[in-house]
């Protein structure tokens, strides 16, 4: 059985992926700490794996891929010390990206990104645009050819509350939410943060999205990922799809590519 790990700058999410079908059993997150060790990290999924009813010996392939470069050398230890495999770096030989990228700088395009382009391609037909909500948010596009042209980044909305709450002595943490009703003129402070961070930012999606579809000047899909892509899939046409587990799958197809 293959384990996935994504690891991001706020979450490393791990996913079991089931041989031959590429379904996914099961997903764990755990805050991202470049400290934690390889021991740590053994301790914690061993009882989880434990919960599936599955013991290490159950993992047989490991694929890593990290934005938090500092993180990758703790993973790679779980893997060869905990499951006696050696794991695949996505990125890295040799499950290289196998795809174009059209950009100025390809070596800093990072791995999240990359794997989203290839599952997106390989999940959907035509132009794509794939929109990323994590710590940060991302909006990329990946022609019909399936090359990476370029794309976009912006603060996620956590990190935009975080620097009101920051930046504002009186304006208190709020949880974000889809505000209740249509309105948008709030009617007490947390109603009128609530309306202003969240519809505030669906539409700099909205807005960015449609920026995008004209520059590129051909019909394209709008593709949503990310742990926070539930926030917002309900309350915007902007998507044509979602893809909840778009960078898991991606990286098991990465994986699936290497044989033995």
Known sequence: ?????????????????????????????????PRRTG?????????????????????????????????????EVLSTKYFGVTPLVAGRAPVEWGMDLDVE??????????????????LHEGDLIVVDFGTATTIDWIDYRGAYKGGIIAPGINLSLDALVNAAAKLPRIAIEAPVGNS?????????????????????????????????????????????????????????????????RGLAMLAERVKG
Do not use: C
């Open 105 to 122: 700088e390809p070596q800093n395009l990072g791995a999240d990104r990359a794997v989203n382009a290839i599952a997106a391609h390989a």
């Open 1 to 33: 059985m293959l384990l996935a790990i994504d690891a991001g700058n706020t979450n490393v999410v791990f996913a079991l992926v089931e041989p031959g079908s590429g379904g996914i059993r099961a997903r764990w997150r755990i805050a991202t700490d």
């Open 39 to 75: 021991d740590e990290y053994a301790v914690w999924i061993t009882q989880l794996l434990g919960l599936e009813g599955l013991e290490r010996s159950a993992i047989d392939k490991v694929i890593i891929s990290t934005v938090v470069p500092r993180a990758l050398h703790n993973l």
């Open 184 to 248: 948008v003129v709030g009617r007490n402070t947390v109603d009128q943060m609530n309306i202003g961070i969240y519809w505030g930012y669906v539409a700099l999606i909205e807005g960015l999205i449609a920026r995008m579809k004209a520059e590129i000047g051909r019909p394209a899909k709008v593709i949503a990922t990310g742990g926070l892509a539930v926030l917002f899939e309900k309350h915007t046409l902007a998507f044509d799809a979602v893809e909840h587990d778009l960078t898991l």
